[in-house]
């Protein structure tokens, strides 16, 4: 009997033992809240003109919590030179006019990682400076540095779109070479729109796009779209949520349908606001989409519409005062 009890102690302990290892595991790996956010740089891209857009995103390292991060001390860029190494900006490096604050950046932060967020356009002449954005939350500042190296090894062509945000034009003689960015404008507004909490608020944007890469039917992929914004991940799987592509707010599987989608999102505002229509597939021939938006507090907002090919994003912003 006594060899029996030990036996049965040792099996609870390595239970329990186990258990804690994959809670630990578990809690290094996913964190619901009390996490930063990583301002990350994904490469530039040549204008016509000359000049350059640096394209930004960020990885909000919580699940679930939901920073809110106003432009200014905690949310800034600076142009700097000689900056190598991410991490707090060594105040020296400054230039002596750093630019303004305000690049466009986001104040609202979407669980995980979002790619292609913003670009942000410099002149020619700006090689060899840096482009510098800071993010401070819950106790951490992290920086993104956004150049423009003389090698080839951050531009952003259309292979670097198709890697990063996962569709892909394989197969498709032709398309990657000549498949030209969406455009998305915001109708029937004037300056900015005034609203009440909890009204609904009608959005309406006007998008089209020259038709490539097309729709793509793959209902299998399109069923790995996750909610908006994110809950906890399903974890392994084929449908779980763990890599960086699904955990994307604007999906490029929503394009699937008919070759074009427009994604509305919170882009910067401290309340809570719901679409009626978050997602809506569009004709790239030119097509009005429109939804509503509920406020759940007053303040300024700024909301952002996204038209998405299955590759490129352009965006379309709207101010939104709610009294």
Known sequence: MRELNTSRSACLLIAILLSSFATVALGQALHISGQGVQPIYEGFERNDDGSFTLWFGYLNRNYEELPVVAVGENNRFEVADGVTIAGPLDPELVLSDPGPRDRGQPGFFYPRRQQFVFGVEVPEDFVGKELVWTLSHNGETNTAIGTLERSTSWSVDEGVWNANRGRGTSGRTGVALSNQVPAIRIVGVEGQINTSVGAATALRVMAQDDGLPGALENPRRRAKLPPLPNDLPVIGGELGRNGPK?????????????????????????GDVVFDELVLAVDPQGEEASTVARFSQAGTYELRAYADDGTYLRSASVTVVVR
Do not use: P, S
Request: charged residues 20%; aromatic residues 12%.
């Open 246 to 270: 699904e955990q994307q707010v604007v999906h490029y599987a929503a394009a699937d349908k008919t070759g074009l989608a427009v994604t509305w999102v919170k882009y910067r505002g401290a």
